[in-house]
T-cell receptor, first 118, second 113 residues
Framework: SAVISQKPSRDICQRGTSLTIQCQVDSQVTMMFWYRQQPGQSLTLIATANQGSEATYESGFVIDKFPISRPNLTFSTLTVSNMSPEDSSIYLC???????????????FGPGTRLTVL | QQQVKQSPQSLIVQKGGISIINCAYENTAFDYFPWYQQFPGKGPALLIAIRPDVSEKKEGRFTISFNKSAKQFSLHIMDSQPGDSATYFCAAGHSGGYQKVTFGTGTKLQVIP
């Protein structure tokens, strides 16, 4: 498995501002993902953070709103830009690990960042 | 094609009883079906996973049953305990490479003493 930490764990922000969330993994991983989870809802994939290239965004999410950096194999950031109350959510970092014995990949999640936008 | 349907939305089970959560998928190319457990304020944690070459996988009190022809799979929690109270998400994806999984809508389980 992988130990994933996120900073900050929670924040309250004003409308129109931006927040950058950091994700740190204790080992080098190929795949990192960013998810959004609104209260009581399922997980929605925002984008795949690619090391050394631009992130791959899912339908409905754009780089201008959610810029992502992936400078190396253990770290990524997600910025929520020009925030509105609708952006209030939990943002989760996830990593994909290839399991040699089973030959399939598994996803592990960080503890999440709880964002409230006023 | 990518949707994963999960039911029930919420579930209340007596301590010692069996909790059953069902999921159905559409994309026949999916070949990896994990279940995640999420406690309040925490990220989802991988609980158990199955591939379609087996019809059942058991780990302790948790069992996944898989019906490939019906494109359905379910999680059974035997001897449910109050500590099992959490939200459970099924998911479906591809075992090869590093591809993302698609999550179900979640089931909030409450186990009462």
């Amino acid at each position: 498995s992988a130990v994933i930490s996120q900073k900050p764990s929670r924040d309250i922000c004003q409308r129109g501002t931006s927040l950058t969330i950091q994700c740190q993994v204790d080992s080098q991983v190929t795949m990192m993902f960013w998810y959004r989870q609104q209260p009581g809802q399922s997980l929605t994939l925002i984008a795949t953070a690619n090391q050394g290239s631009e992130a791959t965004y899912e339908s409905g999410f754009v780089i201008d709103k959610f810029p992502i950096s992936r400078p190396n194999l253990t770290f990524s950031t997600l910025t929520v830009s020009n925030m509105s109350p609708e952006d209030s959510s939990i943002y989760l970092c996830s990593v994909g690990l290839l399991r040699p014995a089973g030959g399939y990949n598994e996803q592990f999640f960080g503890p999440g960042t709880r964002l409230t936008v006023l | 094609q990518q949707q994963v349907k999960q039911s029930p939305q919420s579930l209340i089970v007596q301590k010692g009883g069996i909790s059953i959560i069902n999921c159905a998928y559409e994309n026949t190319a999916f070949d990896y079906f994990p279940w995640y457990q999420q406690f309040p304020g925490k990220g989802p944690a991988l609980l158990i996973a199955i591939r379609p070459d087996v019809s059942e996988k058991k780990e302790g009190r948790f069992t996944i049953s898989f019906n490939k022809s019906a494109k359905q799979f379910s999680l059974h929690i035997m001897d449910s305990q109050p500590g099992d109270s959490a939200t459970y998400f099924c998911a479906a994806g591809h075992s090869g490479g590093y591809q993302k999984v698609t999550f179900g809508t979640g089931t909030k389980l409450q186990v009462i003493p």
